[in-house]
């Protein structure tokens, strides 16, 4: 009997430990807040390139994309991806902030970022967003209108793609693999006016 309740324990135990490993985001988690760095290439146009003016041109360009978890909480996390040292040309491209729970991530956009990352990381349950803050969803797709704006995110495979395009040419794409997290994004003004488009080499 006594053999019988340490198996049925440890079977329990066990189911526990892998619902909790199942229910973590498949592409960002808080399991470290260690920064994460990593070299993406693509193109990029416009007079985005450090004030260079080459109008719907594109070059060639290489960057760093940099993620990190800036708060750990007991139902997800912030995390904070950035994008820095544009190369040949430099281009400034604002970090953004994603709350991510075990079934979203949303973008996080706040005046005063440092303010709303400290509030939320003490709040026992993470905060409600609309449907036009989600950037990730765990399976299906999502697809809405809010014209002018059409915005669709697809899960298929392990990948999770977002694209949000404006009737003027305005679009932003995102591209999460499980495992590896944020492995694309681009973004684009106008009809090819200024923009870029870089990816991580997954291919190991």
């Given at each position: 009997?006594?053999y019988q309740?340490r198996?049925?324990?440890?079977?329990i135990s066990?189911?526990l430990?892998c619902?909790?490993a199942?229910?973590?985001?498949p592409?960002?988690n808080?399991?470290?807040?260690?920064a994460?760095?990593?070299?993406?290439?693509?193109?990029?146009?416009?007079?985005?390139r450090?004030g260079?003016d080459t109008?719907?041109?594109?070059v060639a360009?290489?960057?760093k994309?940099?993620s990190v978890?800036?708060a750990?909480?007991?139902?997800g996390g912030?995390y904070?991806?950035?994008l820095t040292?544009?190369?040949p040309d430099?281009r400034?491209?604002?970090?953004?902030?994603?709350v991510?729970?075990d079934?979203n991530?949303?973008?996080?956009?706040?005046?005063?970022?440092n303010?709303?990352v400290?509030?939320i990381?003490?709040?026992k349950?993470p905060?409600?967003?609309n449907?036009?803050d989600l950037?990730?969803i765990n399976?299906?797709?999502?697809?809405?209108?809010?014209s002018?704006w059409?915005t669709t995110i697809?899960v298929?495979g392990?990948?999770?793609?977002?694209?949000?395009?404006?009737e003027?040419?305005?679009s932003q794409?995102?591209?999460?693999q499980?495992?590896?997290g944020?492995?694309?994004?681009?973004?684009?003004?106008?009809a090819?006016?200024?923009?870029?488009?870089v990816?991580?080499n997954?291919k190991?």
């Open positions: 009997m006594r309740n198996l049925l324990f440890a079977t066990l189911a430990a619902q909790a199942i229910a973590a985001n592409y960002l808080c399991s470290s807040t260690k994460h760095t990593v070299l993406v290439r693509g193109k990029q146009w416009g007079d985005g450090g260079v109008g719907s041109a594109e360009c290489t960057a994309m940099i978890c800036v750990k909480t007991s139902w912030i904070k991806i950035s040292g544009f190369a430099a400034s491209v604002k970090p953004d902030y994603y991510v729970t079934g991530i949303a973008l996080l956009n706040e005046s005063d970022m303010k709303a400290k509030t990381a003490e709040a349950s905060p409600k967003f449907k036009e950037r990730a399976s299906g797709t999502l697809k809405f209108v809010d002018p059409t697809q298929k392990d990948r999770c793609t977002y694209l949000c395009s404006h003027s040419g305005h794409t995102l591209v999460w499980k495992g590896h944020l492995i694309s994004c681009g973004s684009n003004y106008g090819m006016a200024d923009g870029y488009s990816s991580v997954t190991k």
